[in-house]
DNA sequence: ATTCACATATCTGTATACAATATAATCAGT
DNA sequence: ACTGATTATATTGTATACAGATATGTGAAT
Protein backbone atom coordinates (compact mmCIF):
# COMPACT_ATOMS: atom_id res chain seq x y z
CA UNK A 1 0.00 0.00 0.00
CA UNK A 2 1.31 3.70 -0.78
CA UNK A 3 1.35 5.71 1.35
CA UNK A 4 0.56 8.94 0.04
CA UNK A 5 0.91 12.08 1.60
CA UNK A 6 -1.56 14.67 1.34
CA UNK A 7 -2.09 18.12 2.16
CA UNK A 8 -5.35 19.67 3.84
CA UNK A 9 -5.77 21.43 0.42
CA UNK A 10 -5.60 18.87 -1.57
CA UNK A 11 -7.98 16.44 0.63
CA UNK A 12 -10.33 19.54 0.44
CA UNK A 13 -10.34 19.84 -3.01
CA UNK A 14 -10.56 16.13 -3.79
CA UNK A 15 -13.70 16.60 -1.15
CA UNK A 16 -15.26 19.57 -2.42
CA UNK A 17 -15.12 18.28 -6.17
CA UNK A 18 -16.96 15.43 -5.06
CA UNK A 19 -19.49 17.24 -3.97
CA UNK A 20 -19.82 19.26 -7.05
CA UNK A 21 -19.53 16.23 -9.04
CA UNK A 22 -22.26 14.44 -7.08
CA UNK A 23 -25.13 17.52 -7.31
CA UNK A 24 -24.52 18.27 -3.35
CA UNK A 25 -23.44 21.58 -3.91
CA UNK A 26 -26.35 23.63 -5.13
CA UNK A 27 -25.11 25.28 -8.74
CA UNK A 28 -25.33 29.42 -8.71
CA UNK A 29 -24.80 29.62 -4.95
CA UNK A 30 -21.61 31.20 -3.59
CA UNK A 31 -20.22 28.91 -1.51
CA UNK A 32 -19.95 31.00 1.85
CA UNK A 33 -16.20 30.05 3.01
CA UNK A 34 -16.59 30.49 6.75
CA UNK A 35 -19.62 28.13 6.97
CA UNK A 36 -17.62 25.26 5.22
CA UNK A 37 -14.47 25.88 6.95
CA UNK A 38 -15.73 25.56 10.13
CA UNK A 39 -18.10 22.32 8.75
CA UNK A 40 -14.69 20.80 7.77
CA UNK A 41 -12.82 21.92 10.94
CA UNK A 42 -10.26 23.71 8.76
CA UNK A 43 -8.64 27.58 8.17
CA UNK A 44 -9.60 29.72 5.01
CA UNK A 45 -6.06 29.67 3.67
CA UNK A 46 -6.41 25.70 2.28
CA UNK A 47 -10.03 26.27 1.42
CA UNK A 48 -9.22 29.15 -0.66
CA UNK A 49 -6.42 26.77 -2.21
CA UNK A 50 -8.71 24.41 -3.24
CA UNK A 51 -11.37 26.79 -4.42
CA UNK A 52 -8.86 28.42 -6.67
CA UNK A 53 -7.89 24.73 -8.61
CA UNK A 54 -11.59 24.55 -8.53
CA UNK A 55 -12.19 27.12 -10.58
CA UNK A 56 -8.99 26.28 -13.23
CA UNK A 57 -10.67 22.84 -13.27
CA UNK A 58 -14.22 24.53 -15.02
CA UNK A 59 -16.04 23.23 -11.54
CA UNK A 60 -16.29 27.19 -9.81
CA UNK A 61 -16.58 30.01 -11.20
CA UNK A 62 -15.68 33.64 -9.43
CA UNK A 63 -16.71 36.81 -8.71
CA UNK A 64 -14.69 38.66 -6.98
CA UNK A 65 -15.46 39.58 -3.50
CA UNK A 66 -18.77 37.64 -3.91
CA UNK A 67 -16.82 34.46 -4.35
CA UNK A 68 -16.83 30.98 -5.43
CA UNK A 69 -19.82 29.63 -7.16
CA UNK A 70 -20.18 26.47 -8.50
CA UNK A 71 -20.75 26.54 -12.40
CA UNK A 72 -24.16 25.41 -13.78
CA UNK A 73 -25.06 22.72 -15.71
CA UNK A 74 -26.01 23.41 -19.49
CA UNK A 75 -26.58 20.97 -22.63
CA UNK A 76 -24.47 22.98 -24.68
CA UNK A 77 -21.45 22.37 -22.19
CA UNK A 78 -22.29 18.60 -22.87
CA UNK A 79 -21.94 18.88 -26.36
CA UNK A 80 -18.83 20.72 -25.97
CA UNK A 81 -17.23 18.44 -23.43
CA UNK A 82 -17.81 14.99 -25.42
CA UNK A 83 -16.72 16.93 -28.66
CA UNK A 84 -13.15 17.63 -27.25
CA UNK A 85 -13.44 13.84 -25.37
CA UNK A 86 -14.18 12.30 -28.93
CA UNK A 87 -11.19 14.54 -30.49
CA UNK A 88 -8.66 13.71 -28.04
CA UNK A 89 -9.29 10.55 -25.72
CA UNK A 90 -9.80 7.67 -28.25
CA UNK A 91 -6.25 8.71 -29.46
CA UNK A 92 -4.96 9.19 -26.09
CA UNK A 93 -5.70 5.32 -25.23
CA UNK A 94 -4.39 4.33 -28.45
CA UNK A 95 -1.25 5.61 -27.84
CA UNK A 96 -1.65 4.82 -23.87
CA UNK A 97 -2.20 0.77 -25.34
CA UNK A 98 1.42 0.97 -27.17
CA UNK A 99 3.41 2.22 -23.79
CA UNK A 100 1.34 0.47 -20.86
CA UNK A 101 3.25 -1.95 -19.24
CA UNK A 102 2.19 -4.84 -17.45
CA UNK A 103 1.84 -2.70 -13.82
CA UNK A 104 -0.33 -0.03 -15.96
CA UNK A 105 -2.33 -3.05 -17.50
CA UNK A 106 -2.67 -4.50 -13.85
CA UNK A 107 -3.84 -1.13 -12.33
CA UNK A 108 -5.99 -0.82 -15.27
CA UNK A 109 -7.82 -4.44 -14.73
CA UNK A 110 -7.98 -3.44 -10.89
CA UNK A 111 -10.12 -0.41 -11.98
CA UNK A 112 -11.96 -2.69 -14.38
CA UNK A 113 -13.06 -4.80 -12.08
CA UNK A 114 -13.59 -1.86 -8.64
CA UNK A 115 -16.01 -0.86 -11.77
CA UNK A 116 -17.98 -3.91 -12.11
CA UNK A 117 -17.87 -3.54 -7.92
CA UNK A 118 -19.38 -0.84 -7.95
CA UNK A 119 -21.97 -1.08 -10.37
CA UNK A 120 -23.12 -4.02 -8.33
CA UNK A 121 -22.92 -2.71 -4.53
CA UNK A 122 -22.34 1.29 -4.15
CA UNK A 123 -23.72 2.81 -6.95
CA UNK A 124 -22.45 6.47 -5.95
CA UNK A 125 -19.30 5.43 -6.28
CA UNK A 126 -20.10 4.41 -10.10
CA UNK A 127 -18.89 7.51 -11.39
CA UNK A 128 -15.69 7.86 -9.94
CA UNK A 129 -15.14 4.46 -10.47
CA UNK A 130 -15.69 5.16 -14.45
CA UNK A 131 -12.99 8.09 -14.45
CA UNK A 132 -10.39 5.50 -12.51
CA UNK A 133 -10.80 3.13 -15.32
CA UNK A 134 -11.51 5.79 -18.18
CA UNK A 135 -7.88 7.18 -16.51
CA UNK A 136 -6.00 4.23 -16.00
CA UNK A 137 -6.08 3.75 -20.00
CA UNK A 138 -4.60 7.38 -20.74
CA UNK A 139 -2.36 7.84 -17.86
CA UNK A 140 0.55 5.19 -19.61
CA UNK A 141 0.85 7.88 -22.79
CA UNK A 142 2.82 9.67 -20.08
CA UNK A 143 1.78 13.13 -21.52
CA UNK A 144 1.25 15.31 -18.57
CA UNK A 145 -1.13 17.74 -20.41
CA UNK A 146 -3.10 14.98 -22.07
CA UNK A 147 -3.31 13.33 -18.94
CA UNK A 148 -4.61 16.55 -17.12
CA UNK A 149 -6.90 17.52 -19.84
CA UNK A 150 -8.58 14.37 -20.13
CA UNK A 151 -9.23 14.10 -16.90
CA UNK A 152 -10.53 17.43 -16.49
CA UNK A 153 -13.05 16.55 -19.41
CA UNK A 154 -14.38 13.35 -17.55
CA UNK A 155 -14.51 15.55 -14.03
CA UNK A 156 -16.92 17.58 -16.28
CA UNK A 157 -18.59 14.50 -17.93
CA UNK A 158 -19.36 13.04 -14.73
CA UNK A 159 -21.60 15.69 -13.42
CA UNK A 160 -23.87 15.06 -16.13
CA UNK A 161 -23.56 11.45 -15.98
CA UNK A 162 -24.12 10.77 -12.31
CA UNK A 163 -27.25 13.77 -13.12
CA UNK A 164 -28.76 12.55 -15.98
CA UNK A 165 -28.00 9.13 -16.83
CA UNK A 166 -30.15 6.29 -14.81
CA UNK A 167 -28.41 2.67 -15.10
CA UNK A 168 -31.29 1.10 -16.68
CA UNK A 169 -29.64 -1.25 -19.58
CA UNK A 170 -27.09 1.27 -19.52
CA UNK A 171 -24.74 -1.10 -17.13
CA UNK A 172 -24.71 -4.09 -19.21
CA UNK A 173 -23.79 -2.18 -22.02
CA UNK A 174 -20.99 0.09 -20.46
CA UNK A 175 -19.60 -3.26 -18.53
CA UNK A 176 -19.44 -4.83 -22.29
CA UNK A 177 -17.96 -2.16 -23.80
CA UNK A 178 -15.20 -1.73 -20.73
CA UNK A 179 -14.18 -5.16 -21.20
CA UNK A 180 -13.81 -5.16 -24.77
CA UNK A 181 -11.76 -2.01 -24.70
CA UNK A 182 -9.64 -2.93 -21.92
CA UNK A 183 -9.34 -6.51 -23.62
CA UNK A 184 -8.10 -4.62 -26.62
CA UNK A 185 -5.87 -1.99 -25.05
CA UNK A 186 -3.73 -4.58 -22.91
CA UNK A 187 -3.46 -6.13 -26.20
CA UNK A 188 -2.19 -3.04 -27.43
CA UNK A 189 -4.42 -2.77 -30.27
CA UNK A 190 -4.40 0.90 -30.47
CA UNK A 191 -6.76 1.37 -33.54
CA UNK A 192 -9.08 -1.14 -31.99
CA UNK A 193 -9.44 0.32 -28.76
CA UNK A 194 -9.07 3.79 -30.42
CA UNK A 195 -12.72 3.04 -32.22
CA UNK A 196 -13.88 1.50 -29.49
CA UNK A 197 -13.72 4.00 -26.99
CA UNK A 198 -14.67 6.88 -29.72
CA UNK A 199 -18.15 4.98 -29.98
CA UNK A 200 -18.05 4.02 -26.34
CA UNK A 201 -17.62 8.11 -25.55
CA UNK A 202 -20.00 8.73 -28.20
CA UNK A 203 -22.94 6.29 -27.26
CA UNK A 204 -22.59 7.89 -23.53
CA UNK A 205 -22.99 11.41 -25.58
CA UNK A 206 -26.34 10.27 -27.54
CA UNK A 207 -27.49 8.62 -23.89
CA UNK A 208 -27.56 12.37 -22.87
CA UNK A 209 -28.97 14.22 -25.73
CA UNK A 210 -31.90 11.88 -25.41
CA UNK A 211 -32.13 12.45 -21.88
CA UNK A 212 -32.19 16.24 -22.49
CA UNK A 213 -34.87 15.88 -25.38
CA UNK A 214 -36.76 13.89 -22.69
CA UNK A 215 -36.38 16.42 -19.98
CA UNK A 216 -37.62 19.20 -22.10
CA UNK A 217 -40.51 17.24 -24.12
CA UNK A 218 -41.72 15.24 -21.56
CA UNK A 219 -43.29 12.22 -22.68
CA UNK A 220 -47.58 12.44 -21.82
CA UNK B 1 -12.31 51.66 -20.74
CA UNK B 2 -14.00 48.79 -18.68
CA UNK B 3 -12.74 49.07 -15.05
CA UNK B 4 -12.08 45.78 -14.19
CA UNK B 5 -11.72 44.95 -10.51
CA UNK B 6 -8.77 42.09 -9.32
CA UNK B 7 -8.07 40.62 -6.29
CA UNK B 8 -4.21 40.52 -5.25
CA UNK B 9 -4.50 36.87 -6.11
CA UNK B 10 -5.31 37.48 -9.74
CA UNK B 11 -2.56 39.83 -10.12
CA UNK B 12 -0.28 37.59 -8.74
CA UNK B 13 -1.64 34.98 -10.44
CA UNK B 14 -0.91 36.79 -14.12
CA UNK B 15 2.30 38.22 -12.74
CA UNK B 16 3.75 34.64 -11.00
CA UNK B 17 2.56 33.05 -15.11
CA UNK B 18 4.61 35.75 -16.73
CA UNK B 19 7.61 35.47 -15.47
CA UNK B 20 7.41 31.55 -15.96
CA UNK B 21 6.62 32.41 -19.43
CA UNK B 22 9.57 34.52 -19.90
CA UNK B 23 11.33 32.34 -18.50
CA UNK B 24 12.61 34.61 -15.51
CA UNK B 25 12.12 32.12 -12.83
CA UNK B 26 14.49 28.76 -13.62
CA UNK B 27 12.76 25.35 -13.82
CA UNK B 28 12.97 22.67 -11.35
CA UNK B 29 13.91 24.85 -8.41
CA UNK B 30 11.14 25.63 -5.10
CA UNK B 31 9.79 28.71 -5.92
CA UNK B 32 10.66 30.26 -1.99
CA UNK B 33 7.50 31.66 -0.51
CA UNK B 34 8.40 33.72 1.79
CA UNK B 35 11.25 35.78 -0.38
CA UNK B 36 8.38 35.98 -3.26
CA UNK B 37 5.71 37.46 -1.03
CA UNK B 38 7.88 39.63 0.96
CA UNK B 39 9.39 40.57 -2.70
CA UNK B 40 5.71 41.70 -3.81
CA UNK B 41 4.59 43.20 -0.29
CA UNK B 42 1.89 40.17 0.04
CA UNK B 43 1.17 37.55 2.51
CA UNK B 44 1.20 33.79 1.82
CA UNK B 45 -2.24 33.36 1.10
CA UNK B 46 -2.70 34.75 -2.13
CA UNK B 47 0.64 34.04 -3.45
CA UNK B 48 -0.35 30.09 -2.50
CA UNK B 49 -3.77 30.62 -4.22
CA UNK B 50 -2.02 31.76 -7.03
CA UNK B 51 0.57 29.25 -6.78
CA UNK B 52 -2.58 26.64 -6.87
CA UNK B 53 -3.64 28.33 -10.03
CA UNK B 54 -0.53 27.90 -11.59
CA UNK B 55 -0.44 24.22 -10.75
CA UNK B 56 -4.01 23.42 -11.97
CA UNK B 57 -2.70 25.27 -15.21
CA UNK B 58 0.17 22.86 -15.70
CA UNK B 59 2.82 25.43 -15.47
CA UNK B 60 4.21 24.48 -11.62
CA UNK B 61 4.48 21.31 -10.21
CA UNK B 62 4.02 20.53 -6.52
CA UNK B 63 5.57 17.78 -3.98
CA UNK B 64 4.03 18.51 -0.28
CA UNK B 65 6.80 20.09 2.26
CA UNK B 66 8.61 20.66 -0.67
CA UNK B 67 6.90 23.21 -2.49
CA UNK B 68 6.12 24.56 -5.70
CA UNK B 69 8.46 23.80 -8.72
CA UNK B 70 8.58 25.64 -12.02
CA UNK B 71 7.99 22.84 -14.39
CA UNK B 72 11.16 22.15 -16.50
CA UNK B 73 10.78 22.10 -20.39
CA UNK B 74 10.87 19.68 -22.72
CA UNK B 75 10.34 18.49 -26.44
CA UNK B 76 8.28 15.88 -25.54
CA UNK B 77 5.94 18.81 -24.19
CA UNK B 78 6.09 20.65 -27.60
CA UNK B 79 4.80 17.49 -28.98
CA UNK B 80 2.07 16.90 -27.26
CA UNK B 81 1.01 20.52 -26.18
CA UNK B 82 1.09 21.39 -30.19
CA UNK B 83 -0.68 17.50 -31.21
CA UNK B 84 -3.81 19.14 -28.84
CA UNK B 85 -4.01 22.77 -30.51
CA UNK B 86 -3.78 21.25 -33.75
CA UNK B 87 -7.04 19.10 -32.66
CA UNK B 88 -8.66 21.43 -31.35
CA UNK B 89 -7.83 25.46 -32.01
CA UNK B 90 -8.20 25.26 -35.30
CA UNK B 91 -11.50 23.77 -35.79
CA UNK B 92 -12.75 25.86 -32.67
CA UNK B 93 -11.24 29.08 -34.75
CA UNK B 94 -13.50 28.16 -37.50
CA UNK B 95 -16.74 27.59 -35.48
CA UNK B 96 -15.80 31.31 -33.61
CA UNK B 97 -15.76 32.96 -37.11
CA UNK B 98 -18.85 32.07 -37.90
CA UNK B 99 -20.31 33.83 -34.30
CA UNK B 100 -18.49 36.53 -34.06
CA UNK B 101 -20.20 39.70 -34.08
CA UNK B 102 -18.80 43.32 -35.21
CA UNK B 103 -17.81 43.57 -31.48
CA UNK B 104 -15.33 40.43 -31.41
CA UNK B 105 -14.00 41.48 -34.98
CA UNK B 106 -12.65 45.13 -33.81
CA UNK B 107 -11.22 43.05 -30.50
CA UNK B 108 -9.65 40.76 -32.93
CA UNK B 109 -8.40 43.21 -35.29
CA UNK B 110 -7.18 45.65 -31.92
CA UNK B 111 -5.40 42.44 -30.90
CA UNK B 112 -3.28 41.75 -34.61
CA UNK B 113 -2.79 45.75 -34.53
CA UNK B 114 -1.17 45.27 -31.23
CA UNK B 115 0.58 42.43 -32.17
CA UNK B 116 2.45 44.02 -35.17
CA UNK B 117 2.69 47.28 -33.12
CA UNK B 118 4.82 45.00 -30.52
CA UNK B 119 6.60 43.09 -33.41
CA UNK B 120 8.15 46.51 -34.63
CA UNK B 121 9.08 47.63 -30.84
CA UNK B 122 8.80 45.49 -27.64
CA UNK B 123 10.07 42.11 -28.66
CA UNK B 124 9.25 41.38 -25.30
CA UNK B 125 5.48 41.54 -25.56
CA UNK B 126 5.04 39.81 -28.75
CA UNK B 127 4.23 36.41 -27.24
CA UNK B 128 1.41 37.73 -24.92
CA UNK B 129 0.18 39.72 -27.68
CA UNK B 130 0.10 36.75 -30.37
CA UNK B 131 -1.90 34.94 -27.46
CA UNK B 132 -4.14 38.24 -27.55
CA UNK B 133 -4.44 37.61 -31.15
CA UNK B 134 -4.90 33.90 -31.12
CA UNK B 135 -7.75 33.79 -27.77
CA UNK B 136 -9.90 36.69 -30.05
CA UNK B 137 -9.98 34.56 -32.47
CA UNK B 138 -11.60 31.86 -29.92
CA UNK B 139 -13.18 33.60 -27.84
CA UNK B 140 -16.43 34.16 -29.81
CA UNK B 141 -16.75 30.54 -29.98
CA UNK B 142 -18.89 30.90 -26.58
CA UNK B 143 -16.91 27.40 -25.28
CA UNK B 144 -15.90 28.40 -21.82
CA UNK B 145 -14.45 25.20 -21.25
CA UNK B 146 -12.79 24.79 -25.02
CA UNK B 147 -11.58 28.35 -24.07
CA UNK B 148 -9.61 27.55 -21.38
CA UNK B 149 -7.97 24.67 -22.95
CA UNK B 150 -6.79 26.29 -25.84
CA UNK B 151 -5.71 29.20 -23.69
CA UNK B 152 -3.73 26.75 -21.29
CA UNK B 153 -2.23 25.62 -24.14
CA UNK B 154 -1.07 28.68 -25.50
CA UNK B 155 0.45 29.46 -22.36
CA UNK B 156 2.24 26.72 -22.67
CA UNK B 157 3.31 27.40 -26.26
CA UNK B 158 4.41 30.28 -25.36
CA UNK B 159 7.59 29.50 -23.24
CA UNK B 160 8.84 26.98 -25.92
CA UNK B 161 8.52 30.17 -28.80
CA UNK B 162 9.59 32.81 -26.03
CA UNK B 163 13.19 30.61 -25.68
CA UNK B 164 13.70 28.92 -28.50
CA UNK B 165 12.27 30.88 -31.83
CA UNK B 166 14.30 34.04 -32.66
CA UNK B 167 12.35 36.11 -34.79
CA UNK B 168 14.38 36.33 -38.25
CA UNK B 169 12.23 35.19 -41.11
CA UNK B 170 9.49 34.29 -38.74
CA UNK B 171 8.09 37.54 -38.20
CA UNK B 172 7.29 38.58 -42.03
CA UNK B 173 5.79 35.11 -42.45
CA UNK B 174 3.74 35.14 -39.43
CA UNK B 175 2.83 38.31 -40.04
CA UNK B 176 1.13 37.28 -43.07
CA UNK B 177 -0.26 33.91 -41.59
CA UNK B 178 -1.85 36.22 -38.99
CA UNK B 179 -3.32 39.24 -41.33
CA UNK B 180 -4.86 36.40 -43.72
CA UNK B 181 -6.43 34.13 -41.10
CA UNK B 182 -7.72 37.55 -39.75
CA UNK B 183 -9.74 38.39 -42.58
CA UNK B 184 -10.94 35.24 -43.20
CA UNK B 185 -12.04 34.96 -39.70
CA UNK B 186 -13.81 38.26 -39.89
CA UNK B 187 -15.71 37.12 -43.36
CA UNK B 188 -16.68 34.04 -41.25
CA UNK B 189 -15.06 32.00 -43.98
CA UNK B 190 -14.26 29.11 -41.30
CA UNK B 191 -13.26 26.35 -43.30
CA UNK B 192 -10.86 28.64 -44.59
CA UNK B 193 -9.59 30.22 -41.59
CA UNK B 194 -9.71 26.07 -39.81
CA UNK B 195 -7.06 25.22 -42.79
CA UNK B 196 -4.62 27.75 -42.72
CA UNK B 197 -4.89 27.98 -38.66
CA UNK B 198 -4.31 24.34 -38.70
CA UNK B 199 -1.00 25.08 -41.26
CA UNK B 200 -0.10 28.57 -39.51
CA UNK B 201 0.45 26.17 -35.79
CA UNK B 202 1.98 23.16 -37.95
CA UNK B 203 4.61 25.71 -38.86
CA UNK B 204 5.81 26.80 -35.49
CA UNK B 205 5.44 23.21 -34.41
CA UNK B 206 8.06 22.43 -37.13
CA UNK B 207 10.09 25.39 -36.51
CA UNK B 208 10.57 24.42 -33.20
CA UNK B 209 11.15 21.18 -34.22
CA UNK B 210 14.25 22.20 -36.12
CA UNK B 211 15.38 24.35 -33.62
CA UNK B 212 15.35 21.40 -31.02
CA UNK B 213 17.20 19.22 -33.65
CA UNK B 214 19.83 22.18 -34.36
CA UNK B 215 20.54 22.82 -30.42
CA UNK B 216 21.19 18.77 -29.84
CA UNK B 217 23.31 19.00 -33.22
CA UNK B 218 25.26 21.92 -33.20
CA UNK B 219 26.13 22.89 -36.52
CA UNK B 220 30.31 23.10 -36.46
C1' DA C 1 32.48 7.53 2.82
C1' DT C 2 28.58 6.61 5.71
C1' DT C 3 25.81 7.49 9.40
C1' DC C 4 23.93 9.89 13.09
C1' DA C 5 22.63 13.96 15.67
C1' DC C 6 21.46 18.40 15.76
C1' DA C 7 20.47 23.12 14.10
C1' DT C 8 18.15 25.74 10.68
C1' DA C 9 15.14 26.86 6.94
C1' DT C 10 10.89 26.20 4.82
C1' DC C 11 6.34 24.65 4.33
C1' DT C 12 1.56 23.91 5.99
C1' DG C 13 -1.91 25.26 8.68
C1' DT C 14 -4.42 27.84 12.67
C1' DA C 15 -6.24 31.77 14.83
C1' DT C 16 -7.22 36.31 14.73
C1' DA C 17 -7.80 40.97 13.10
C1' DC C 18 -9.30 44.28 9.89
C1' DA C 19 -10.42 46.98 5.67
C1' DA C 20 -13.28 46.80 1.60
C1' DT C 21 -17.19 45.29 -0.54
C1' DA C 22 -21.78 43.26 -0.92
C1' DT C 23 -26.24 42.27 1.00
C1' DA C 24 -30.05 43.11 3.99
C1' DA C 25 -32.73 46.02 6.85
C1' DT C 26 -34.41 50.33 8.06
C1' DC C 27 -36.30 54.57 7.37
C1' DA C 28 -37.80 59.02 4.96
C1' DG C 29 -40.21 61.21 1.45
C1' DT C 30 -43.27 61.17 -2.05
C1' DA D 1 -47.45 51.41 -0.75
C1' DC D 2 -43.53 52.33 -3.35
C1' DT D 3 -38.88 54.29 -4.19
C1' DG D 4 -34.53 55.80 -2.85
C1' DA D 5 -31.20 56.79 0.53
C1' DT D 6 -29.01 55.41 4.79
C1' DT D 7 -27.49 52.43 8.02
C1' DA D 8 -26.36 47.93 9.77
C1' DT D 9 -24.74 43.35 9.04
C1' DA D 10 -22.39 39.64 6.65
C1' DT D 11 -18.85 38.09 3.78
C1' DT D 12 -14.75 38.40 1.32
C1' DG D 13 -9.85 39.25 0.79
C1' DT D 14 -5.61 40.00 2.97
C1' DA D 15 -2.17 40.52 6.69
C1' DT D 16 0.07 39.04 10.76
C1' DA D 17 1.79 36.12 14.33
C1' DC D 18 2.54 31.73 15.63
C1' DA D 19 3.13 26.52 15.96
C1' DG D 20 3.99 21.92 14.29
C1' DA D 21 5.93 19.08 10.71
C1' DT D 22 9.07 18.21 7.20
C1' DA D 23 13.24 19.02 4.64
C1' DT D 24 17.94 20.54 4.28
C1' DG D 25 22.48 21.40 5.78
C1' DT D 26 26.48 20.77 8.96
C1' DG D 27 29.64 18.58 11.63
C1' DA D 28 31.24 14.71 14.53
C1' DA D 29 32.05 9.92 15.07
C1' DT D 30 32.67 5.67 13.25
Given at each position: ??IV??????????L?R?RI?????P?D????Q?A???E?GV?????R??????EQ???L?Y????G????S?S???VE?V??L?L??E???VG??S???????KK???N???A?D?A?G???S?V??????????LV?PI????T?Q?V????L?S??Y???????A???S??H?EH?A???A?????????E?MM?D???S???????QF??E?????
Amino acid sequence: MAIVVQTLSEQIYALIRDRIISGDLPADTAIRQDALAAELGVSKIPLREAFARLEQDGLLFYITNRGFFVRSLSFDEVEEVYALRLKIEPEAVGLASKKATDADKKVAHNALLALDEAAGSDRSKVGKMNRNFHMALVRPIQRQVTIQVVERLNLISERYVGKHLEPAGRDSRAHEEHTAMYEAWAAGQAKVVEGMMYDHINSTLEDLRKQFELEKNPAA
